[in-house]
């Protein structure tokens, strides 16, 4: 009987371990100066070095130009003067190639960390800044110990950008 019990135990144990894993969501993680960001590691097509891009006349700053992808248009945003930080780029700075719903987009970032599994207990809401902060991009918040990455929806960050440059190059 203890055979039974201790097997019966092991199963229903293994279930909420399946259970847990299928909950969690897994972002790839990366640095814009001393914070930390993630997007759903889905989006990703692939991290590239940084590269020279085509400029685009008469656009803002963070809409750093396009790429050529393998005979694609590629817009390309910088994160940094998107958050309205200094431009710096060294020999860490990355460019993340993303799939979003409208367009294939390329986002510049200082270093990518790593992909961060984070269960549904260790994801928070985005909390409401009022109207001080525009949080509409925040999904919300992964806290992994004392890290705490800000998850971001790229999709509605990034898709008036990507059209209009995209647009601008067709």
Do not use: C, H, W
């Not at 019966?8 to 279930?15: D, E, G, L």
């Amino acid at each position: 009987m203890s055979f039974a019990l201790s097997s019966s135990k092991r199963s229903s144990s293994a279930r909420a371990a399946e259970a847990a894993n299928e909950a969690r969501q897994e972002f790839l993680t990366f640095r814009l100066g001393s914070q930390e960001f993630g997007v759903d590691i889905l989006k990703v097509q692939e991290i590239r070095g940084y590269e020279n891009v085509t400029r685009i006349p008469d656009t803002p700053d963070y809409l750093k130009g396009v790429i050529n992808l393998r005979g694609a248009v590629v817009p390309v945003v910088d994160m940094r003067l998107k958050f309205r930080l200094a431009a710096e780029y060294d020999a860490f700075t990355v460019m993340i190639v993303l799939n979003m719903a409208s367009a294939v987009v390329g986002i510049v970032v200082d270093s990518v960390s790593d992909v961060t599994s984070f269960g549904a207990d260790q994801l928070k809401p985005a909390p409401d800044f009022g109207k001080t902060v525009d949080a509409r991009f925040l999904t919300g918040i992964g806290m992994a110990g004392e890290r705490m990455v800000l998850l971001l929806d790229i999709d509605e960050m990034l898709k008036a950008e990507a059209l209009s440059l995209v647009a601008a190059a067709g």
